[in-house]
């Protein structure tokens, strides 16, 4: 269920539509992609041959953050200085 996902949004006071959310689980991955956040698979916990067939599928699976960071999602550090 997306509830927990819902939730957090809420906390934070933005929409989900402009979370997104990092899973390592199938579950968590489901989830989070129907409370619409973007996905983030992380393959700590799974494979990501196992992650990347959830249905809905994550945007995107790395093996870890620093994979991101580098690649597709270094968006998330524009204007932030990275130590």
Not at 10 to 27: H, Q, S, T, Y
Not at 57 to 82: C, K, Q, T, Y
């Amino acid at each position: 269920e997306p509830d927990v996902f819902i939730e957090a949004a809420r906390k934070l006071g933005v929409p989900a539509i402009d979370c997104v959310a990092f899973e390592d689980a199938p579950m968590g991955i489901v989830a989070a992609a129907r409370a619409g956040m973007t996905v983030v698979a992380v393959t700590t916990s799974y494979p990501v041959d196992v992650l990347a067939t959830t249905d809905p599928p994550p945007a995107i699976v790395v093996s870890h953050f620093d994979e991101l960071l580098d690649g597709p999602g270094s968006w998330l550090l524009s204007g932030m200085a990275r130590g």
